[in-house]
């Protein structure tokens, strides 16, 4: 077949020869042997026209200002699986390996690269801190500490406890946040306030302690902890500073003032406004570390004034070199709730009728006994029961607790032994609110 000659208007009585025939009308697509030969041959293209140059075997469109192709270029693929790119041209993505994804990468030359995908995880259970926005305080919402507490007679709102030092009489209170702008939406703080005209200048510890079983994970990894913390108006502390630990160790469920090979993996010292501010420290766990603990000090000086206080909330742990929009540990309050419970249930009634709480048998005149399921599995068996306002009662006639210890326990149920007067041996007895107030039995299982 001939070359091409490109486009030619015939006119009216104009003779159409076999030259024509065969450089115009056979040549729906005409054939060059290169683009030169194309352009010397077709000064005038039409907007439609179209030419194929056999040297880089290309089909062209004549656009109406340039020459396009047409038809595509030859593949760059050369292997199952893959994918045509481009930046300046076209260009191969080869294949990547099984479970990988294609991602977009700016930094890629043709804005693409294979890559193994994230692993999804869950925003919440994340973060190991229980009752960390302050939720819950089964113990009441405004807790006293006399000075010179100890560990065990510490515990304020659930799961953080406050030892004292003389002349330090503080409350730990739960408080609204007021504020959605500075903080998420996290409805209560806990407010940690030296009692005013206390005189007592030794640091002010706020803490929680983790089971080893909850600790582990956190061993060789590098960690942020963040939180939201504000100043009361008279906060003593010099330069309103308030110090923010990890503290580690590696012995099994210790109380932290008793840790076995104690570190420091992370540590910071915020400054404190009376506006809400969010504070973030990292650093990385040692791959022995079994038990850590959460603490937040504070060093106050002088005499406490009435607003010698400091408000957090909003704590969070997590792996990681940087801080993450915060999430509690569950998306309800119920299970935080039986999570805090874990560790410590009150079992509380405001009623005057005939709440029962369990029942029992006398044993003698002097001696009631019953078994008192726990609310949620406990940590270890409890230890210690608390109780306020009961009475044992049979529908006939009442009597008085005077004294009530744990007899035998299992982290799913204690058997206690009561002290009271005019029991009857033999009798059922239920335990009830006496009718004084407030009644409640609590069961102790914390570290």
């Known amino acids: 077949m001939a070359a091409g000659?490109?486009?030619?208007?015939?006119?009216?009585?104009?003779?159409?020869?076999?030259?024509?025939?065969?450089?115009?009308?056979?040549?729906?697509?005409?054939?060059?042997?290169?683009?030169?030969?194309?352009?010397?041959?077709?000064?005038?293209?039409?907007?439609?026209?179209?030419?194929?140059?056999?040297?880089?075997?290309?089909?062209?469109?004549?656009?109406?200002?340039?020459?396009?192709?047409?038809?595509?270029?030859?593949?760059?693929?050369?292997?199952?699986?893959?994918?045509?790119?481009?930046?300046?041209?076209?260009?191969?993505?080869?294949?990547?390996?099984?479970?990988?994804?294609?991602t977009a990468d700016s930094t890629q030359a043709l804005g693409l690269k294979w890559a193994t995908p994230a692993t999804a995880t869950s925003t919440y259970f994340a973060n190991p801190i229980l009752n960390s926005s302050m939720n819950v305080w089964q113990r009441g919402t405004s807790i006293s500490l006399s000075a010179s507490t100890t560990w065990a007679n510490a515990y304020t709102t659930d799961r953080w406890n406050l030892v004292t030092g003389a002349s330090q009489a503080c409350t730990v209170a739960r408080q609204a946040t007021n504020d959605t702008t500075n903080l998420p939406n996290i409805q209560y703080c806990a407010r940690v306030q030296r009692n005013s005209g206390q005189t007592g200048t030794g640091a002010l510890n706020f803490v929680q302690a983790f089971e080893s079983i909850n600790s582990i994970r956190f061993a060789g990894q590098s960690v942020t902890l963040s939180f939201y913390a504000r100043a009361g108006?008279?906060?003593?502390?010099?330069?309103?500073?308030?110090?923010?630990?990890?503290?580690?160790?590696?012995?099994?469920?210790?109380?932290?003032?008793?840790?076995?090979?104690?570190?420091?993996?992370?540590?910071?010292?915020?400054?404190?406004t009376t506006t809400w501010q969010r504070f973030s420290y990292s650093g990385t766990i040692a791959s022995t570390a079994t038990e850590l603990y959460i603490q937040f000090g504070f060093t106050p000086t002088g005499t406490a004034s009435t607003n010698d206080y400091y408000e957090i909330t909003g704590i969070q742990l997590e792996i990681g070199s940087s801080a993450t929009t915060y999430y509690p540990s569950?998306?309800?309050?119920?299970?935080?709730?039986?999570?805090?419970?874990?560790?410590?249930?009150?079992?509380?009634?405001?009623?005057?009728?005939?709440?029962?709480?369990?029942?029992?048998?006398?044993?003698?005149?002097?001696?009631?006994?019953?078994?008192?399921?726990?609310?949620?599995?406990?940590?270890?068996?409890?230890?210690?029961?608390?109780?306020?306002?009961?009475?044992?009662?049979?529908?006939?006639?009442?009597?008085?607790?005077?004294?009530?210890?744990?007899?035998?326990?299992?982290?799913?149920?204690?058997?206690?032994?009561?002290?009271?007067?005019?029991?009857?041996?033999?009798?059922?007895?239920?335990?009830?609110?006496?009718?004084?107030?407030?009644s409640y039995t609590a069961l102790n299982s914390e570290i």
């Open 330 to 438: 569950f998306p309800t309050y119920q299970a935080e709730l039986a999570a805090c419970q874990r560790y410590y249930e009150r079992n509380t009634t405001t009623s005057l009728g005939n709440i029962m709480f369990s029942a029992g048998f006398g044993a003698s005149s002097t001696n009631i006994q019953m078994s008192l399921p726990c609310l949620v599995v406990k940590r270890v068996a409890p230890t210690t029961i608390e109780y306020a306002n009961l009475a044992w009662a049979n529908g006939i006639s009442s009597v008085n607790i005077s004294a009530a210890t744990i007899n035998s326990a299992s982290p799913y149920s204690v058997f206690i032994n009561a002290t009271t007067t005019g029991a009857t041996g033999g009798n059922a007895y239920a335990l009830a609110n006496n009718g004084s107030g407030t």
């Open 233 to 272: 108006s008279n906060y003593s502390a010099t330069s309103s500073a308030l110090s923010a630990n990890l503290v580690t160790g590696t012995g099994t469920d210790q109380q932290p003032a008793s840790y076995t090979g104690s570190a420091t993996p992370v540590s910071g010292t915020a400054t404190l």
């Open 5 to 102: 000659q490109g486009f030619k208007t015939f006119a009216t009585g104009d003779v159409l020869t076999a030259s024509d025939v065969n450089g115009y009308l056979m040549q729906g697509v005409w054939v060059f042997a290169s683009a030169a030969a194309r352009d010397a041959a077709v000064t005038s293209p039409q907007q439609g026209n179209m030419a194929y140059t056999k040297d880089t075997n290309t089909l062209w469109k004549y656009t109406g200002s340039a020459w396009s192709n047409a038809g595509g270029s030859s593949s760059p693929l050369t292997t199952k699986g893959d994918v045509w790119g481009y930046s300046t041209t076209d260009a191969r993505i080869p294949i990547g390996t099984n479970g990988q994804v294609l």
